[in-house]
Nanobody, 127 residues
């Protein structure tokens, strides 16, 4: 059974930085997509970034490209999301998600395609 445990997050002023982490337990293969989604109150869950654990292939949503960076520590089975130049529109609950797949490119930002989810961590950006 795969378990995802997020940590990090918190509150920061606009222009600041935060890092969130996702520790994965129970992975049995590197053919795995791990993604960060976020959901603001009253809005749909939005795909932020995805990485294929085996190949390192990544994709970012347009609104965070150049500001957010995903990285992985395979020895620790941990995914990191470094968020820089944060703005108030980045305020949301951030969720780590995962699915077994040979490739992550097909509809990577569709939350319905992910089998495993973390509990979420709140990121709040104030102006």
């Amino acid at each position: 059974q795969v378990q995802l445990v997020e940590s990090g997050g918190g509150s920061v002023q606009a222009g600041g930085s935060l890092r969130v982490s996702c520790a994965a337990f129970g992975l049995t293969t590197t053919h795995f997509c791990m993604a960060w989604f976020r959901q603001a109150p009253g809005q749909e869950r939005e795909g932020v970034v995805v990485v294929h654990i085996g190949s390192g292939w990544t994709a970012y949503t347009d609104s965070v490209r150049g500001r957010f960076t995903i990285s992985q520590d395979n020895a620790k089975n941990t995914l990191y999301l470094q968020m820089n130049s944060l703005n108030v529109d980045d305020t949301a609950m951030y969720y780590c998600a995962a699915r077994y797949s040979e490739s992550c490119s097909y509809r990577w930002d569709d939350f319905n395609g992910y089998n495993y989810w973390g509990q979420g961590t709140q990121v709040t950006v104030s102006s």
